[in-house]
């Protein structure tokens, strides 16, 4: 088993998932749909939802926020 020095160790796809960045992104993403969910004048439902959507979203930012990059 030879490794050269300058080749980096493959990732698997669970690791390269499970990163700050991309968990981010869909943390924010989250808590962008519900604040549209709770702008939105059409639907009661969605409005209804929103808080939780949003706090969801607050959530899993802080969590992941922890996360090693």
Request: no cysteine.
């Amino acid at each position: 088993m030879s490794l050269e020095a300058n080749s980096m160790p493959r990732r698997g796809f669970t690791e390269r998932i499970l990163r700050r960045g991309p968990l981010e992104a869909i943390a924010t993403t989250i808590i962008a749909i519900g604040v549209v969910m709770l702008m939105q004048p059409f639907f009661l439902t969605l409005y209804s939802w929103s808080f939780a959507t949003t706090l969801f979203g607050t959530v899993m930012f802080t969590i992941v926020s922890k996360v090693r990059e």
